[in-house]
């Protein structure tokens, strides 16, 4: 059974810097694509980015383009999300999970999920 491992999380400053790392073992997750998703006390789990293995592709949401970069290193079978001008609002439990089949912004396309690395972003 695959799993996934997510790391990098803590408490920044607004208008700082972290890069969360999701780190897959036992299969080969070559072929699919990755998503990274954040959940905030009383709100829905948010699909933040995810990343295409097959073609490189990547999306964002509206609320994290141009400050978050989703990447992978395949030969340490990770996947980073490098986030960059971090906002209180991005604050929340961060999910890295396998994209299965339909809509790559839902989270039940997903499989495999971690169990989340925690943000704070506050002063």
């Known amino acids: 059974q695959g799993q996934l491992v997510e790391s990098g999380g803590g408490l920044v400053q607004p208008g700082g810097s972290l890069r969360l790392s999701c780190i897959a073992s036992?299969?080969?997750?070559?072929?699919?694509?990755v998503g990274w998703f954040r959940q905030a006390p009383g709100k829905e789990r948010e699909r933040v980015s995810c990343i295409n293995f097959s073609d490189g592709t990547t999306e964002y949401s509206d609320s994290v383009k141009g400050r978050f970069t989703i990447s992978r290193d395949s030969t340490k079978n990770t996947v980073y999300l490098q986030m960059n001008t971090l906002k209180p609002e991005d604050a929340g439990v961060y999910f890295c999970?396998?994209?299965?089949?339909?809509?790559?912004?839902?989270?039940?396309?997903?499989?495999?999920w971690g169990r989340g690395t925690q943000v704070t972003v506050s002063s």
């Open positions: 999970a396998v994209w299965k089949r339909g809509d790559y912004d839902r989270s039940v396309s997903y499989v495999n």
């Open positions: 036992g299969f080969n997750w070559e072929y699919y694509a």
